[in-house]
Nanobody
Framework: QVQLVESGGGLVQPGGSLRLSCTAS????????LGWFRQAPGEAREGVAC????????TYAASAMGRFTISRDDAKNMWYLQMDSLKPEDTAVYFC????????????????????WGQGAQVTVSS
């Protein structure tokens, strides 16, 4: 059974950092492009970052560029999102995902329910 579990969310002050982790089971992450998405209240889900396999090429949304870093550890079946210089507008539920068709990162808008998704982790940036 495929399962993705996020951890590391929480409350942080503006300018602070958080590191999200995603632990996968039921499949081998090294065959997948892996991503992070987020959804703020009242907003649509949006792609944040993606990392391809096996070359670990990364893709970022403009809002994440220069502040967030995605990485992967296929030996542990895990991937991460390091978030620095956090802003209140980064407040959202963050989801990890594994692209079921391609090992290279597909455009964020093409990811859908056929891919594997975690249940989400709340990140709140507030003073």
């Amino acid at each position: 059974q495929v399962q993705l579990v996020e951890s590391g969310g929480g409350l942080v002050q503006p300018g602070g950092s958080l590191r999200l982790s995603c632990t996968a089971s039921g499949f081998s992450s090294d065959y997948y492009a892996l991503g992070w998405f987020r959804q703020a209240p009242g907003e649509a889900r949006e792609g944040v970052a993606c990392i391809s396999s096996p070359d670990s090429r990364t893709t970022y949304a403009a809002s994440a560029m220069g502040r967030f870093t995605i990485s992967r550890d296929d030996a542990k079946n895990m991937w991460y999102l390091q978030m620095d210089s956090l802003k209140p507008e980064d407040t959202a539920v963050y989801f990890c995902a594994a692209e079921h068709l391609y090992r290279q990162c597909a455009p964020f808008h093409t990811w859908d329910d056929n891919d594997h998704w975690g249940q989400g982790a709340q990140v709140t940036v507030s003073s």
